[in-house]
């Protein structure tokens, strides 16, 4: 069974940065595509970042520049680097690794953006 768990998070004053990590139990990166996305109180789950094993990157208009997705394959590990959060980025952060009708979800971690 894969397990997928997220690292990384905690409290960031606007502006600041913030890397998360997930790391998968096994080396998933050859057929997987994977991807962060993120839940805000009260909203529905949303795609912030996602790759694909051809190294083809997708990010949400709302973290085009200030977020990078990318990934380590010798450590198993998926990182979400945030730089110049705004409130608005404060979510419970999910990484999400998917193949066919194969999909896996760490348990989240929480990013609150506070002053």
């Known amino acids: 069974q894969v397990q997928l768990v997220e690292s990384g998070g905690g409290v960031v004053q606007p502006g600041g940065s913030l890397r998360l990590s997930c790391a998968a139990t096994r080396n998933m990166f050859d057929i997987y595509s994977e991807a962060w996305y993120r839940q805000a109180p009260g909203r529905v789950r949303e795609l912030v970042a996602a790759?694909?094993?051809?190294?083809?990157?997708n990010y949400a208009d709302a973290v085009k520049g200030r977020f990078t997705i990318s990934r380590d394959i010798a450590k198993n590990t998926l990182y979400l680097q945030m730089s110049a959060l705004k409130p608005e980025d404060e979510a419970v952060y999910f990484c999400?690794?998917?193949?066919?009708?194969?999909?896996?979800w760490g348990r989240g971690t929480q990013v609150p953006v506070s002053s």
């Open positions: 790759i694909t094993p051809g190294d083809n990157i």
């Open positions: 999400n690794f998917h193949y066919g009708q194969r999909n896996y």
